[in-house]
């Protein structure tokens, strides 16, 4: 059973850009905007980070702000993830959860940033 759906992912040169996409498996909108959910990151080797999560308020980790853009579309149960001036730094596997309490994972999308 699959929780979280990501995609978008793919191989970016320094500098560009790449939007990710998230559907959920929530189905009604009050529950959906009463929830905080996030994109995560895990590069090879390293622990999965929180890198950017969206509830009342959006955060970013100090690594990604104002390059990453968290956004949601209520109508649809999607997150989203603009990432723009991508890094080397930015290549892992990015997953979509909630903050409090995730469910299971998902596959990811895999994202390499490489000239």
């Known amino acids: 059973q699959v929780r979280f759906v990501e995609s978008g992912g793919g191989l970016a040169q320094p500098g560009g850009s790449l939007r990710l996409s998230c559907q959920t498996h929530r189905f009604i909108t009050s529950v959906f905007n009463s929830l905080e959910y996030g994109w995560y990151r895990q590069a090879p080797g390293k622990q999965r980070e929180l890198v950017a999560s969206i509830g009342r308020d959006t955060n970013y980790a100090d690594s990604v702000k104002g390059r990453f853009t968290i956004s949601r579309d209520s109508a649809r149960k999607r997150l989203f993830l603009q990432m723009n001036s991508l890094k080397p730094e930015d290549t892992a596997v990015y997953y979509c959860?909630?903050?409090?309490?995730?469910?299971?994972w998902g596959q990811g999308t895999q994202v390499t940033v490489s000239p």
């Open positions: 959860n909630r903050v409090r309490d995730p469910d299971a």
